[in-house]
T-cell receptor, first 111, second 115 residues
C-alpha cells in the first residue's frame, strides 16, 4: 500500500483561479508534510511545509493538514501560468530517515 | 552557489559500464539523501548518509548499487554494470539535521541514460 496518494491529474485551471491539490496518507505516525514544485526536467523545489493540524499560509499558497482525516492539501490562489508544474506531496514518518513522495499532480494554468 | 550541487547533469553509459554520480550538499548540511525518479513516477528513497557513515540504505538495490560520503569531498552514488532499467533521474538532497521539521533541499539531479 502506498504511503502517500495524490491525484495524478492533470489539473487545469484558468489564470487567476484557485488551484486545489490534495494528498492522502495512510500512516498515522506521519510527523510532517512538505509540498514541492517540480518543473519539467528540473529539481523539486520546496514550496511549503506543515506539521500541525490547520492551515498555514505563505503568500498565494496555503497548506492544510487534517490528521484525523489523514489528508493534506495545497491551495494556490490567483494561479499564474508560471505555477504550471508538477506538485509533489511528501511525508516524513516518525522513525524514518527519508521522505515518502506521492507520484505528483500535474497542474496547468491556462492564460 | 550555496545550493546542492550535482554532477554530471547528464550521463550516458552503455550496458555493463559503471556510472558515478556526485553530490555536494549545501553548506552547513551534513545529511545527504539520494532519490531515484523514474519517468512519470514520484521520487523513491535510496540511501541516507552522513559523513563517513551510511545510516539507511533500505531503498537501495542490493546488487550493483553503492554509496559513500567520505570525510572530504562529495557523496558518490555508484552503479556498476548498468542495465537499461537504471535509466532515471537521480536526485540528491541535503539537510542540516535529521529533524523531521527540517526540509530537504534538492540538487538539479543527474539524468542517467543507458544505451
Amino acid at each position: 500500500q502506498k504511503e502517500v496518494e495524490q491525484n495524478s491529474g492533470p489539473l487545469s485551471v484558468p489564470e487567476g483561479a484557485i488551484a486545489s491539490l490534495n494528498c492522502t496518507y495512510s500512516d498515522r505516525v506521519s510527523q510532517s508534510f512538505f509540498w514541492y514544485r517540480q518543473y519539467s526536467g528540473k529539481s523539486p523545489e520546496l514550496i511549503m511545509s506543515i506539521y500541525s493540524n490547520g492551515d498555514k499560509e505563505d503568500g498565494r499558497f496555503t497548506a492544510q493538514l487534517n490528521k484525523a482525516s489523514q489528508y493534506v492539501s495545497l491551495l494556490i490562489r490567483d494561479s499564474q501560468p508560471s505555477d504550471s508544474a508538477t506538485y509533489l506531496c511528501a511525508e516524513y514518518l516518525r522513525g524514518a530517515n527519508n521522505l515518502f513522495f506521492g507520484t505528483g499532480t500535474r497542474l496547468t494554468v491556462i492564460p | 552557489n550555496a545550493g546542492v550541487m550535482q554532477n554530471p547533469r547528464h550521463l550516458v553509459r552503455r550496458r555493463g559500464q559503471e556510472a558515478r554520480l556526485r553530490c555536494s550538499p549545501m553548506k552547513g548540511h551534513s545529511h545527504v539523501y539520494w532519490y531515484r525518479q523514474l519517468p512519470e513516477e514520484g521520487l523513491k528513497f535510496m540511501v541516507y548518509l552522513q559523513k563517513e557513515n551510511i545510516i539507511d540504505e533500505s531503498g537501495m538495490p542490493k546488487e550493483r548499487f553503492s554509496a559513500e560520503f567520505p570525510k572530504e569531498g562529495p557523496s558518490i552514488l555508484r552503479i556498476q554494470q548498468v542495465v537499461r532499467g537504471d535509466s532515471a533521474a537521480y536526485f540528491c538532497a541535503s539537510s542540516p539535521s535529521a529533524n523531521s521539521n527540517q526540509p530537504q533541499h534538492f540538487g538539479d539531479g543527474t539524468r542517467l541514460s543507458i544505451l
